[in-house]
């Protein structure tokens, strides 16, 4: 079971990038899945949550209004939309699966991270 996060890089302020988070090995269809980001010296912390089915969706207050999470269980792939990109969101991003279909953490599986840099 893996999962492995995409589509992280370099982005300029106010910019905007998708990352994904591809599960391989088996479905998380009846799991929620989640992402996490930990910036240098500072602590991973949660970013964004999403149901199995997708409808229910929670958000950190630091990224609500900017990012979105949706998720294509048929290519067993999460996304994360992130707008209006700030210099405080440059962290690695880690994609995880919940251990049931609404996020309840903590994570069951942690996939390997994707690095993102906001330039100012």
């Known amino acids: 079971v893996q999962l492995q996060a995409s589509g992280g890089g370099l982005v300029q302020a106010g910019g905007s990038r998708r990352l994904s988070c591809a599960a391989s090995g088996r479905a998380f269809n009846n799991n929620a899945m989640g992402w996490f980001r930990q910036a240098p010296g500072k602590e991973r912390e949660f970013v964004a949550s999403?149901?199995?089915?997708?409808?229910?969706?929670r958000f950190a207050d630091s990224v609500k209004g900017r990012f979105t999470v949706s998720r294509d269980n048929a290519k067993n792939t999460m996304y994360l939309q992130m707008n209006s990109l700030k210099p405080e969101d440059t962290a690695v991003y880690y994609c995880?699966?919940?251990?049931?279909?609404?996020?309840?953490?903590?994570?069951?599986?942690w996939g390997q991270g994707t690095q993102v840099t906001v330039s100012s």
């Open positions: 999403i149901s199995w089915a997708g409808n229910v969706t």
């Open positions: 995880a699966a919940g251990s049931s279909s609404v996020w309840l953490g903590p994570p069951l599986v």
